[in-house]
């Protein structure tokens, strides 16, 4: 019979996303059978399964952690953020609508059976659910009709262990407080308790963790020290690349300047990981109010909202730095809603951005681009031309972006189709497949176009290695022994 216990935070950001790859890790290492599960998740950070739905990216980096390929049932509710409409509301991997917070507070009512009933179906394949929580635990005015915290342990009967962060300071009050404003009942169903993100000695904070202890009654699990290698494994927060990992927002050293534009409605930003893991590339994110310093490559990400962003971008007048960059000779690559807003127009007849209409794209590629309520969600492999090296990715967008230069320049041969466009000049690239600079003869292949040469860096090899660290580094702070004795029996 499978166990299962759930990892709730203190706030959103405490690491839960991290924590639960790395336990993972280090459980199938011991021999355990380990699924991960998330019952409700916001974010714009999506990863495709192979039976073509969509869930959070952090999951299937967890799935990833356990050997597994994700599925649908990993995060059976996922809320894409979608500016002025709300959110797209996912459920089991396919766009159920779109929900205003207000709205969802009362749909989600309904939502919970589809939540057990993926629960069940995981745990009928393993051993052991490691169950993260979203946001806060401490959240009381959404505790009615909660599917994502205390709602689901109720529901599903399991124990919680509570995460805060040391980092952001006030561990002590933040994990204290939360047990003070929990009803009775849910309190009760937290059982210990982890410290993330420790900087320098952790003697020093004894102390408090027999503090936290003795007036919570939780036990102390561990107290994790700060691990730089995380930044190696994609983040699933946007708030991580905005501060650059770094608090900087420029990364990595080089003699390549990559710059890429931080717009509000920014989607599937792992896309930038190989390119910031590049040895010789720095990776600026330029934050709004500044102008886009010169650079070899601007790299417009996906984007959730691509008249939104689009209106963002020109706000802040990177329109105009944009054009200038690319009549000093400089590159370009739009990849999905990027890519989207390099044509000239982007058309929404059915208002699936908000009210229908057109508005004027940057014009650096002859395509256009009509959004329409189609989703397309599948793994795609193929080749980049005229090079011809093998690129595997994913594509996840609604709209379709025709013209001619897609059809007598595309940037990539699917088998099935063409994809993407090249502009006449050769320096403008766009590409709707997610993953292109994941792929380590495609990204050197794209940058030797800049005149640069890749470090040919693994970076799958590199992700692996990094949970294997992660496992290592929780397997000597965290008692995980005591972790699995707490893991309840899945009620069948």
């Known amino acids: 019979m499978a166990r299962a216990l759930m990892f709730q935070g203190t706030g959103s950001s405490v690491g839960k996303s991290v924590l639960v790859a790395g336990l993972a890790r280090a459980c199938v290492r011991r021999g355990v059978r380990v699924r991960p599960f998330k019952p409700q998740n916001m974010s714009n950070n999506a990863a495709v399964t192979a039976d073509g739905g969509e869930i959070g990216r952090a999951q299937a980096l967890q799935a990833r952690a356990c050997g597994v390929a994700p599925g649908v049932d990993m995060n059976p509710v996922l809320l894409k953020p979608q500016g002025m409409t709300g959110s797209q509301l996912v459920v089991r991997g396919q766009v159920r609508g779109q929900v205003h917070a207000r709205d969802f507070q009362s749909f989600k009512r309904g939502l919970m059976s589809e939540v057990l009933q993926s629960f069940a179906r995981l745990a009928d394949e393993c051993d052991l659910v490691l169950v993260e929580g979203a946001g806060s635990a401490s959240e009381v005015n959404l505790r009615a009709d909660d599917i994502a915290n205390m709602g689901f342990a109720q529901a599903a009967d399991i124990d919680v262990v509570l995460i805060g962060d040391i980092d952001r300071g006030g561990v002590i009050a933040s994990l204290v407080g939360t047990q003070a404003v929990l009803d009775a009942r849910d309190a009760a169903r937290i059982r210990g308790f982890i410290v993330n993100r420790m900087r320098g000695d952790p003697s ?172 397309r969600l599948e793994n795609v492999s193929g080749r980049l031309l005229p090079e011809g090296v093998a690129v595997r990715g994913y594509e996840m967008h609604m709209g379709v972006t025709d013209g001619p230069d897609h059809v007598d320049r595309p940037l990539i041969d699917l088998g099935t189709h063409a994809d993407g466009a090249v502009a006449r000049s050769g320096r403008v690239w766009g590409s709707y497949v997610h993953g292109l600079l994941a792929d380590g003869a495609a990204r050197r292949a794209l940058l030797a176009r800049l005149g640069a040469q890749s470090g040919g860096r693994d970076h799958d090899g590199t992700v692996e290695d990094t949970l294997d660290a992660l496992a290592d580094h929780l397997e000597r702070h965290v008692d995980i022994s005591a972790l699995l004795e707490l893991a309840r029996p899945v009620a069948s």
């Open 204 to 375: 020093l904070f004894a102390d408090g963790m027999d503090a936290i202890a003795r007036h919570t009654g939780w036990a102390a699990l561990g107290l994790v020290p700060f691990l730089d290698r995380v930044r190696d494994l994609p983040a699933e927060d946007a708030a991580d690349l905005r501060a650059g990992r770094t608090g900087h927002g420029r990364m990595g050293q080089g003699t390549l300047h990559v710059v890429v534009p931080w717009l509000p409605m920014i989607a599937n930003f792992d896309d930038l990981d190989p390119l910031r893991a590049e040895p010789g590339i720095v990776l600026t994110v330029v934050a709004r109010g500044q102008p886009l310093p010169p650079c070899d490559l601007v790299v417009l990400p996906g984007s959730k909202a691509t008249i939104a962003d689009l209106a963002a971008l020109r706000g802040e007048g990177w329109d105009i730095d944009i054009l200038a960059h690319v009549r000093r000779g400089g590159h370009v690559l739009g990849i999905c809603g990027g890519y989207q807003m390099l044509g000239h127009h982007v058309a929404d007849p059915q208002g699936i951005e908000g009210p229908p209409g057109r508005v004027a794209g940057l014009g650096l590629l002859d395509v256009q681009t009509v959004l329409s309520g189609d989703k």
